[in-house]
């Protein structure tokens, strides 16, 4: 995953800022993150503070899922190949690292944002794959951002028509992923836990790259090995929250009311069962310390923002950019320095234009920054995909405003309508990596150079 340096000529220090970008998103590679956090030896291996022998277990089944699962698989396959009896792994995309990995690993594609019957048939699997660990087994589990959409396994009564319009009304509302997955987890029989209480009593060892702000394991693709509950209280509140509880599909509405009689099954978790061990082995905040080292490396000021950014895009970029350029007109800043942020934010859908988060927020940013000398914000998604483009996110710089106008282009014409990547994509100021193997949320940097 390697930026393209003309999309960067725009900028005072294109090569310092890319190697800032690029030491983020190194630090989110999945398959440095595996062998950063998996220690093998001749007797066993260990994962954070839990050591596990060979000896004690008859197989080692490997289960994946999420847009970081094939290079997380490679990782695996490195340390543990031989040992691995087989795997079931549910991605995104195909890319090389399928390539490298031996037909042991049975590889499905889901559909993300919206699940679709790829999405159910990868669930099907993944549940027909689980019925062969017994109670002498270790199952390695890998989970990342997307998993919620790629593997769908609805309970009984619940059809896949009604989880995509569902998570359709929760995406154009503007809810939180968390909210969303607090929702997903209730209605799916492998999210909220359900995976590794299928394999129960058998152990269950997940590696986890967050797309959570605050890492919540339950949270993270909702949650597969979690061993806290899902609450279909929080699920109602949320639907009523956004004014969906009587819009949403009648089955889903008539499943959670009749989760309040549904006692056996919140039961389950209150059970002596053995508690999976679950490792964030990459974040959001770990990607920001790798850019502010490295930007520190580079001579400038560093200050983090936040590693848990999130509400209106458009409004976060407008206060954002407001602040810094106040900031600069101040003199408060003594450059060069770099502000960083990460998290996730959300766009309530308000017109029929393309975009995405990131590029949401660069747009509510160009007209504050407009006439600033050497100055950029640059938004990124990690995982190289903003919204449904081809796009991960955008650089503005205090020029972005008169070449747009250049043009006839006025930022808050095109975000009425939420057309962010057709504003970019005019001025070439489009990021564009490709899938880049890796979810860690979004991250946002704003620059004032020397």
Request: charged share 20%; with cysteine.
């Amino acid at each position: 995953m390697q930026f393209s340096p003309q999309i960067f000529s725009q900028l005072s220090k294109p090569e310092k800022t890319m190697r800032i970008l690029q030491a983020a998103l190194n630090a989110a590679d999945p398959w440095r993150a595996v062998h950063r956090e998996l220690l093998v030896s001749n007797s066993g291996f260990q994962v954070g503070e839990c050591n596990y022998c060979f000896d004690e277990y008859n197989h080692i089944y490997l289960a994946g899922i999420g847009k970081a699962v094939l290079p997380m698989a490679r990782g695996i396959n490195d340390l543990l190949g031989e040992r691995i009896e087989s795997g079931y792994l549910i991605a995104k995309h195909m890319d090389q690292d399928q390539k490298c990995l031996p037909e042991k690993y049975q590889i499905h594609l889901g559909s993300h944002p919206i699940p679709d019957e790829q999405s159910i048939l990868a669930g099907r699997g993944l549940i027909h794959f689980l019925r062969q660990v017994s109670n002498r087994d270790i199952l390695l589990c890998l989970v990342s951002g997307g998993g919620s959409a790629l593997m769908t396994a609805p309970v009984p009564g619940i059809e896949l028509d009604d989880i995509r319009k569902l998570t359709r009304m929760l995406l154009e509302c503007g809810a939180s992923i968390i909210e969303i997955n607090a929702i997903r987890s209730v209605l799916d029989i492998l999210k909220g836990g359900g995976l590794a209480q299928m394999i129960q009593p058998a152990q269950t060892v997940s590696l986890i790259l967050s797309d959570v702000i605050g890492d919540r394991v339950d949270m993270i693709a909702s949650g597969p090995t979690s061993s806290t509950p899902p609450s279909w209280r929080s699920a109602v509140e949320i639907l009523r929250k956004y004014s969906l509880w009587d819009r949403c599909p009648e089955r889903i509405r008539l499943y959670l009311e009749l989760q309040k009689a549904n006692l056996p099954l919140q039961e389950l978790f209150k059970r002596e069962f053995q508690q999976p061990q679950n490792l964030v082995i990459a974040s959001n905040r770990i990607s920001l310390d790798a850019a502010m080292e490295q930007a520190a490396r580079e001579g400038f000021a560093t200050t983090m923002i936040s590693d848990q950014m999130e509400g209106e895009a458009s409004e976060v970029g407008l206060t954002l950019s407001r602040k810094f350029s106040d900031y600069i007109n101040q003199g408060r800043l003594k450059r060069p320095v770099m502000w960083v942020g990460g998290g996730e934010t959300t766009v309530t859908i308000c017109g029929n234009g393309k975009g995405g988060r990131n590029q949401e927020l660069a747009l509510a940013a160009v007209e504050p920054m407009a006439g600033l000398a050497d100055v950029a914000l640059i938004t990124l998604a990690t995982d190289g995909e903003d919204g449904p483009t081809d796009a991960a996110g955008a650089i503005v710089t205090g020029d972005t405003y008169a070449r747009g106008k250049q043009n006839s282009m006025i930022p808050s014409d095109y975000l009425a309508i939420n057309n962010s990547y057709e504003y970019f994509d005019q001025l070439n100021s489009l990021i564009r990596l490709g899938p880049t193997g890796t979810n860690v949320n979004d991250l946002c940097f704003l620059f004032a150079y020397d």
